[in-house]
């Protein structure tokens, strides 16, 4: 062993390469001794000794193998051996470390039959994890149980045997039993297992292993379960504050930041101030820790909305948070964390605009917490809380108050203020608290302009001169001092003091020579008070004053803001007084002289409606034109392309105004469809009109395309440009007919003809679909006149040749008889359309050519006029 440790020291310093082998243990001769012994001796009374010590000098030997076969021999051969159980627990452990489970538990079971054996809670903790590691997790569990409550009922839990105490086995044997829950069952099955075992100690140890067993292996649900099964089982406990927290923990783990906050909700309700839990509670200990868990929940919950909805923006987040805030003011008035809650509280209130009640939290905050950390930031909120209130156009009754300490100064004496709104009083009342507490601090000039300004409007103009005052003798105010100089100077007007306010306007200039932008909005508000008078002519009912101020105004005012807006309002009033050319000429005037207004587009709009209404027509469209170029987004461009379209239409310039109404059909299609329709028909209508049928036919089929486009989408539309446009494809298709002449080639020309005739009366009789009077008769009449046509076609071609004058008349007459169903159909259409129109009341010149025609056919067929009135009606 000397050399070993020799060698081991020198490998450890790097002097020899290679690991000495740790020296063996020879019991060689030992053994042969004893086995000398047995063959000499084979009957020897103290025999069981002897193959124990041979069994153990190979165990110690490492020659497990030929252990195994002598402590074997002893239990064949020595029955009643005090080494007995010794040698069954070293086979059960032969065959345990070979995972021949099986056989290891018939050793260890045998050592079960004596309680009081030195190897009885061993061998139930190796017979335990045998089942364990077969998979039999029934048996593991049953038996780790066993061994667990035998321990428990020996007193010397630590005492040690084989390396192990008592409790060591026994903390072992709960882990193995929670393992085998995990394996076997899960939470349901430990919860019918315990559920007549919640009586013993081990099952809530059990359950905490079992909860943090999944814990570890990321199985979150199942340790929540796990959980939940120890709240069930103990909800008085010592540990319910920390199963809370772990149940929380494991959502969060979870990433279920959702359900996480949904329990620490529940148990606030199931636990906190209120819950009958609480009520049953005895344990101060236990009730104080719960408290402050549910108080550190409550607390996260609401913070956490919070953040969620100053992340998101969301209202329901906002009132969530409040929610929680105002429940944990409510369960835990006394919390040290109560100041920063009613901050977190009024600052949600904020945000979701209930600012009187944000400013009442403020306040409560300011008032009971001298020392908090928000307290500043607090009192500057309240102040802006009312004054959204104030820029909301909220209000409340007049009301008069008194302001003590103005400003910190409590050497004056109180103010007594009248408001016209209530509201004002209380900013004013903010302003000069925060004033008074905070007097150092750097939003203190701010507080006091926003004071001042209050002041100044409710026309307290002496006390806002002692406002701005106070922000000019303040240091560190210098980006309000030329605001506070001039509403000095404008108080001091107000109060009729001109003196003190020229010298103020000096003093600001002479303090800020490079204040030319003050001399500007003096200017302005020079040109705004003209505005006003402006303004007062209208109100007047004095219109052309009022345009002729304005315009005064627009060509005085430096301030390009004012000059437009005086223009456009110039140009109203000339517009209501019926100047339209006086008008239109200031519209556009605002449009070359303020290319980037807002105005130009309703400008250069209403210039365009009125040259309309003067008949202007170049005049109009070049308005309309002008603004789409401008801006072609404008919410006027798409009517202004159509009246543009509709202008050139009106001047004859086809070409614009096509491209116009393409414009309009192309660029805004989801515009008002019967607009769409007419735009669509008048291009139709201009290729008619011009001759050019092919593409007239293209476009006015395109019209009852969209029409029926529109109808299918379920949009009310006009069908009377419609009905307009099958009557023109008729009209084309009719025209096209009628050139059709039956001469040679005689069956070339007749079939042509019969083909033109079906898609005339096709399209005739669509056009009279759509039931618009004029349009249903005009159309109704082309059909008879369409019959007629055709028998004429045949009437008027030749008649062959080298015939006699008698042949001539025979072939007359047959011919006759073979047109004669046509103007039989004819009539009967001429007939059915005067039906309709009397039935209807309708009187066109459609229904005046179809009575023409009705009479001439009737004399023609010889039908009587009584017997025609009788069809009729009439």
Known sequence: MNLYEDQLQKYDAGLIGEEPSLPKIDLSDAIQMCQKLLEKYPNVPFKDKVLYRIAICYLEEDQKDKAKEYFQKLINESRDSEYLEEAYFRLGEYYFDLRYFEKAIDYYSYLLKKWDSPYFNMALYKL??????????????????????????????????????????????????????????????????????????????????????????????????????LLDFYPYDVNVAEIQKKIVENYELAGDRESADRIRAQLVTSYGPGSPWLTKVQNPEIKNEVLETLEEFLYTLGTDALAKAQETKSQLQYQLAINRYRDFLQKFPNSKNRSKILFYLAEALYEVEKYEEAADTYYELIT?????????????????????????????????????????????????????????????????????????????????????????????????????????????????????YTMVAQSAFKLGNYEEAEKWFKKLSDT???????????????????????????????HLKAAREFEKIAGLSPDPAIAERALFEAALQYEKVGEKEQAIGIYEKLAKRFPQSKLIDEALFKAGVLAEELNDWLRAATNYVNLYHHNPSSKFAPKSVYSAAKCYDNLGNYENAIFYYNEYLTKFPEEEPDRLIEAAFRKGEI???????????????????????????????????????????????????????????????????????QSVIKAYTEAAKFKIAEWATAASFRIGQTFEEFAKAFMESPIPKNLSPADVEKYKAQLYVKVLPFKEKAFEAYKANIKKALENQIQNVWVDKTRERLETLRVELGISLSELNRELGS
């Open 128 to 229: 335990g994890w045998s089942y364990y590691n077969l998979e039999r997790y029934t048996e593991a569990i049953s038996t780790l149980i066993y061994l667990i409550e035998d321990i428990n009922l020996v007193e010397n839990a630590d005492k040690e045997f084989l390396g192990k105490t008592n409790a060591d086995l026994r903390s072992e044997a709960i882990e193995y039993v929670a393992i085998c829950f995990a394996e076997y069952g899960g939470p349901e099955k430990a919860r019918q297992f315990f559920r007549e075992r919640k009586d013993k100690e081990y099952t809530k140890e059990i359950l905490f292993k079992l909860a943090d067993i999944y814990q570890r292996r990321n199985f979150y649900v199942k340790a929540i379960e796990t959980l939940k099964i």
């Open 368 to 484: 009971n917490y001298p020392d908090s950390e928000f307290r500043e930031t607090a009192a500057y909120h309240r102040i802006l809380a009312y004054d959204q209130l104030l820029q909301k156009g909220q209000s409340s009754e007049p009301s008069q108050f008194i302001l003590n300490n103005f400003l910190g100064l409590t050497s004056t004496s109180a103010d007594t203020i009248q408001v016209p709104n209530g509201l004002q009083a209380k900013f004013l009342q903010a302003c000069n608290d925060f004033v008074s507490l905070f007097p150092n601090s750097d939003k203190v000039p701010e507080v006091i302009m926003k004071f001042a300004e209050t002041l100044y409007k409710i026309e307290r103009y002496d006390l806002a001169q002692q406002a701005y005052l106070a922000v000019i003798n303040r240091g560190g105010a210098d980006g309000h001092l030329p605001q506070a």
């Open 512 to 542: 800020f020579p490079d204040s030319s932008r003050y001399v500007v909005k003096a200017q302005k508000m020079i040109a705004s008070s003209k505005f006003k008078v402006a303004e007062h002519f209208i109100e007047s009912g004095e």
């Open 687 to 757: 290729a008619y009109n011009q001759g050019n049928f092919r593409k007239a036919q293209r476009d006015l089929a395109e019209v009852v395309k969209i029409y029926e486009n529109l109808v299918k989408q379920g949009k009310e539309v006009d069908a009377y440009f419609p009905a307009n446009a099958q009557f023109l494809i008729g009209e084309i298709l009719f025209k096209s007919f009628q050139k059709i002449k039956l001469v040679p080639p005689f069956q070339r020309n007749l079939k042509r003809k019969k083909r033109l005739f």
